[in-house]
Nanobody, 125 residues
Framework: VQLQASGGGLVQAGDSLRLSCTAS????????MGWFRRAPGKEREFAAG????????YYSDSVRGRFIISRDIAKNTVYLQMNSLKPEDTAVYFC???????????????????WGQGTQVTVSS
């Protein structure tokens, strides 16, 4: 099982980026998925999560209103549309799949079992 994240890059404050994460090896259609991020010198933190149906989304306070998580179940892919980027959004972004089927997305790392390799997002001021 692999999660391949892509779409990171270097942008200016106020710009947008869209991250993608495609799972291979099995279907994750019954599992919530999430995006976490780790800023320089900080612990990895939850950014956004989406239910297995794709109908309900969850966000950390720091990204709510600017980021949008979505998923394409048929493509086994989750996206993170990041708008109005700020320098404090600079981080390595990781996608992950929930360890248990049908669970609501958790903000806790230990509730996820498969992780992507991370994609760097750098926002300059």
């Amino acid at each position: 099982v692999q999660l391949q994240a892509s779409g990171g890059g270097l942008v200016q404050a106020g710009d947008s980026l869209r991250l993608s994460c495609t799972a291979s090896g099995r279907s994750f259609s019954r599992y919530a998925m999430g995006w976490f991020r780790r800023a320089p010198g900080k612990e990895r933190e939850f950014a956004a999560g989406v239910t297995w149906t794709g109908q309900t989304t969850y966000y950390s306070d720091s990204v709510r209103g600017r980021f949008i998580i979505s998923r394409d179940i048929a493509k086994n892919t989750v996206y993170l549309q990041m708008n109005s980027l700020k320098p404090e959004d600079t981080a390595v972004y990781f996608c992950a799949t929930a360890a248990e089927r049908f669970r609501t997305p958790s903000m806790l790392e230990h509730d996820y079992d498969y992780w992507g390799q991370g994609t760097q997002v750098t926002v300059s001021s």
